[in-house]
């Protein structure tokens, strides 16, 4: 089992930056797949960004591309996505998630609660 808590969501304006953290808990191995996710009002939640559990492979998706970093520290407790250059759309819950396979087209596992972002314009 995986327990997973976000932290770091608040209010930002426009062009500026924030850093999520997905604190990590529970047994973990190097297969695994860390992920962030959002979900807006009235839209379905969508992948952000993913990463191995070993920090070798990273994906993105085309909206946050450029602009988003996710990351783990050595320690392989915490996940990161650093945001920059914040857009009014990139307004959502931001969700943590843990696979036990990495793969874009692979099932998830464990999800933490979410934190709020919201951007002004």
């Known amino acids: 089992q995986v327990q997973l808590v976000e932290s770091g969501g608040g209010v930002v304006q426009a062009g500026g930056s924030l850093r999520l953290s997905c604190e990590v808990s529970?047994?973990?191995?190097?297969?695994?797949?860390m992920g962030w996710f959002r979900q807006a009002p009235g839209n379905e939640r969508e992948i952000v960004a993913g990463?191995?559990?070993?920090?070798?492979?990273?994906y993105y998706s085309d909206s946050v591309k450029g602009r988003f970093t996710i990351s783990r520290d050595n320690t392989k407790i915490t996940v990161y996505l650093q945001m920059n250059s914040l857009k009014p759309e990139d307004t959502a819950i931001y969700y943590c998630?843990?696979?036990?396979?990495?793969?874009?087209?692979?099932?998830?596992?464990?999800w933490g609660q979410g934190t709020q972002v919201t951007v002004s314009s």
């Open positions: 529970g047994r973990t191995f190097d297969h695994y797949g």
């Open positions: 998630a843990a696979q036990e396979q990495f793969g874009y087209f692979l099932p998830w596992h464990f």
């Open positions: 990463i191995r559990w070993s920090g070798s492979n990273t």
